[in-house]
Every structure is written in structure tokens, then in C-alpha cells.
Nanobody, 121 residues
Framework: QVQLVESGGGLVQPGGSLRLSCAASGSIGSINAMRWYRQAPGNQRELVAAITSGGRTNYADSVKGRFTISRDNAKNTVYLQMNSLKPEDTSVYYC???????????????WGQGTQVTVSS
């Protein structure tokens, strides 16, 4: 199994910055895609940013130019640097990874437990 643990959420004023981290652990074979999603109350979960194992990135239009996704493959960790935060960025942010284990070459999806980001003055 693979476990994902997020950290770095919190309360920040509009215009501020936060950096989220998500560390994968367990019987990891390889990690392919890693993504950040978010879900606000009453809304569907939406993709915020994605990064492939080779470092190719993709962003939601709403965060382009403000958020940066990166990963450290040696640490099995993905990051989300969030700058110029807006109140509408307030959500629970979830880490997602597609990974194989040491016992299976089948790539399965894994989710973190979520971390709250609140942007408010």
C-alpha cells in the first residue's frame, strides 16, 4: 500500500502565500502522475495542478501564473507553491498519486486525507 500525507495548509491573508507538501510512503514501486485537487463546500472536487514523473506540468486556468507544482522524486514528495492567494482559493486541498507497489506493477490511484487552506482577512 501507499500512503500520502499532506502538510502546509492554514490561514493566510489575501495576497499571501502557502506551500503545500505531500509525502508518499509505504511499499512504493514507482510513482507516476502526481496531482493536487481541491474541494470547497458544496462544490465538486476540481483538479488544480498535475505533474508527470518527467516533470511536465498542467494547471487549472484559475491558478495559472499563481501556483507552481513541483516534485522531488528522491523524496517521493510533491509540492504546491501558492502565491497571490485569493479568498476563492479557500478549499480542502487533496494530494493524488498514481503508483505501483513493490508487489504489483499495476498503477493504482491513492489519495491523501486533505489539508485546509483558508484565505481570509
Amino acid at each position: 500500500q501507499v500512503q500520502l500525507v499532506e502538510s502546509g495548509g492554514g490561514l493566510v491573508q489575501p495576497g499571501g502565500s502557502l506551500r503545500l507538501s505531500c509525502a508518499a510512503s509505504g511499499s512504493i514501486g514507482s510513482i507516476n502522475a502526481m496531482r493536487w485537487y481541491r474541494q470547497a463546500p458544496g462544490n465538486q472536487r476540481e483538479l488544480v495542478a498535475a505533474i508527470t514523473s518527467g516533470g511536465r506540468t498542467n494547471y487549472a486556468d484559475s491558478v495559472k501564473g499563481r501556483f507552481t507544482i513541483s516534485r522531488d522524486n528522491a523524496k517521493n514528495t510533491v509540492y504546491l507553491q501558492m502565491n497571490s492567494l485569493k479568498p476563492e482559493d479557500t478549499s480542502v486541498y487533496y494530494c493524488y498519486a498514481e503508483a505501483t507497489t513493490v508487489r504489483s506493477r499495476v498503477s493504482n490511484p491513492y489519495w491523501g486525507q486533505g489539508t485546509q487552506v483558508t484565505v481570509s482577512s
